[in-house]
């Protein structure tokens, strides 16, 4: 997937959220890599950075090949603060660069202030990409006067798409790609025994994780499932051997219900600018 600034991501990734530090998160890591993943997404909040960085090293692919990515912690908001934090990240995974950075979620405030440190830090070759997670509209819009992000990661699934198609649709105008989590309704077993799943997995022969992918991967957004289980990782990758109908994704679209689990940035959030004296026109 080609992102609004010019560069390349893997349309399909892993992501490490509740993946425990240490052995559990490096060994998740090195797993995807050695299945054939190319693209990790980790965050400052899960506490393993570090793992993810040393699988990546310990892995042997050349760096320019994987696409690894992390989130700013809500606590560091600010731009010095965010400097400082993005920083130790980097160092802390010890890879060199990281492909991207986002801005973990708007609940810190600061918005302005906070992505032009991370625009800062591309300028200096730390990062490749800039962009933002569980923001909303009107938190993309306070950002407007910057350069767009790249990446908008927030929770994208079937039973969602209705109530967030308005900032799909935004972000579909903006060149902002849609990185999608909770793709697999975070494990929540009466959702993945859904009427509306069984039937689609019953035509295509075609577990509930994988149909619920093809879907996410057949809207246009950018996937990024987890799981700490190697058959799982696997089975997870093989969502592009088959394709789902007009009417199987009408019928997964039309699902209904909440997964009460994640940030909801569509009604908690308000929009709190912080400074923005630190804007440099040349960015």
């Not at 010890?94 to 800062?120: C, M, Q, R, V």
């Not at 019953?202 to 809207?219: D, I, P, S, Y």
Request: net charge negative.
């Amino acid at each position: 997937m080609t992102l609004v600034d010019g560069t390349k991501i893997p349309e399909f990734g892993v992501g490490v959220y509740m993946s425990a530090p240490g052995e559990e998160a490096y060994q998740q890591t090195k797993w995807a890599l050695e299945l054939g993943y190319r693209m990790v997404d980790t965050a400052q909040m899960y506490g393993n950075e570090e793992d993810v960085g040393r699988a990546v090293r310990d892995s042997g692919i050349e760096r320019s090949k994987l696409y690894i990515g992390s989130k700013l912690h809500t606590d560091n908001h600010g731009y010095d603060k965010t400097i400082k934090s993005v920083m130790a990240s980097v160092q802390a995974m010890n890879i060199g660069y990281l492909d991207y950075y986002l801005i973990h979620s708007p609940f810190g405030g600061k918005l302005i202030e906070t992505y032009d440190a991370l625009l800062e830090l591309k300028r200096e070759g730390l990062l490749k990409s800039v962009g933002v997670s569980n923001f909303d509209i009107r938190h993309l819009e306070a950002l407007k006067d910057r350069p767009r992000p790249v990446l908008n990661q927030v929770e994208m699934h079937p039973m969602i798409l209705h109530e967030r198609q308005a900032l799909v649709d935004y972000c579909s105008l903006k060149g902002i790609v849609v990185q999608a989590y909770g793709s697999m309704f975070f494990g929540q077993k009466d959702k993945l025994a859904d009427p509306k799943v069984t039937t689609v997995v019953q035509q295509t022969g075609k577990t509930a994780a994988q149909v619920l992918l093809r879907w996410g991967l057949q809207k246009g957004f950018q996937l990024i499932p987890k799981s700490v289980k190697k058959h799982r990782l696997e089975e997870n990758m093989d969502i592009f051997d088959f394709e789902l109908t007009h009417d199987q994704m009408n019928t997964l679209s039309s699902m209904t219900g909440r997964l009460d689990a994640y940030w909801n940035p569509l009604k908690d959030a308000q929009v709190d600018l912080g400074a923005t004296h630190h804007f440099k026109s040349e960015l």
